[in-house]
């Protein structure tokens, strides 16, 4: 469950009576002086929320679902399923095709071992790389380069087709260090 916040989060006078924090799974009664909306969807820890655009952003988290959502008006545009553990990273990625035509994409990662390229204006998934050894922590994009990175035990430099271009991996054995590049 999201809560959309205003800022501040100050109770008015003589409403400052405390309660008892709620866990995941109970309904929580919104407060109409700090919340806007409410946001259901996840079924676990929301870790991730971006901006997709100026009208929609992403969350994921630990149920390995990414939901797209209306910034303005709180719709669940789209439920994306791929992964099978948790989300452990998250990058939109916006690029152009073969025909100049731009393309709103975004990057997920999971502790599967895979990133996903999914379409935001769809919601399909666009491709699967599961080439790796270790989780995927962390997703970034060099939009002028066209380019984008991914790191865990391997650092990793992707093209927008999501051919692999680079990759160097930081082994530990025995206290050598082994770099291997391609």
């Known amino acids: 469950m999201l809560r959309w916040l ?3 989060g100050r109770e008015p006078q003589g409403l400052a009576e405390k309660s008892s924090v709620q866990t995941i799974g109970e309904e929580q009664i919104q407060n109409p002086y700090t ?9 676990d820890i929301v870790r991730f929320l971006v901006q997709i655009d100026d009208y929609r952003f992403a969350s994921a988290g630990d149920d390995g679902i990414v939901y797209l959502w209306n910034a303005q008006t709180g719709e669940k545009l789209f439920e994306l399923h791929g992964h099978t553990h948790k989300i452990t990273a998250i990058a939109p990625f916006f690029s152009s095709d073969a025909f100049g035509e731009n393309e709103q994409l975004m990057l997920t990662a ?3 071992r895979t ?3 999914w379409d935001c204006s769809s919601g399909k ?3 699967k790389v599961s080439c790796f050894h270790s989780t995927v922590k962390c997703l970034t994009v060099l939009p002028r380069l ?3 990175l991914s790191a865990g035990s391997d650092l990793c430099v992707w ?3 999501l051919d ?6 930081h082994l530990t054995d025995a206290g050598k260090n082994v770099n291997d590049s391609l």
């Open 35 to 43: 919340e806007l909306l409410v946001l259901k969807g996840h079924q």
């Open 164 to 169: 692999l271009l680079c990759k160097t991996s």
């Open 115 to 117: 990133v996903i390229a």
């Open 110 to 112: 999971s502790a599967d």
């Open 125 to 127: 998934q666009i491709q």
């Open 159 to 161: 093209n927008r087709k």
């Open 146 to 148: 066209d380019v984008w």
């Open 6 to 8: 205003i800022g501040g």
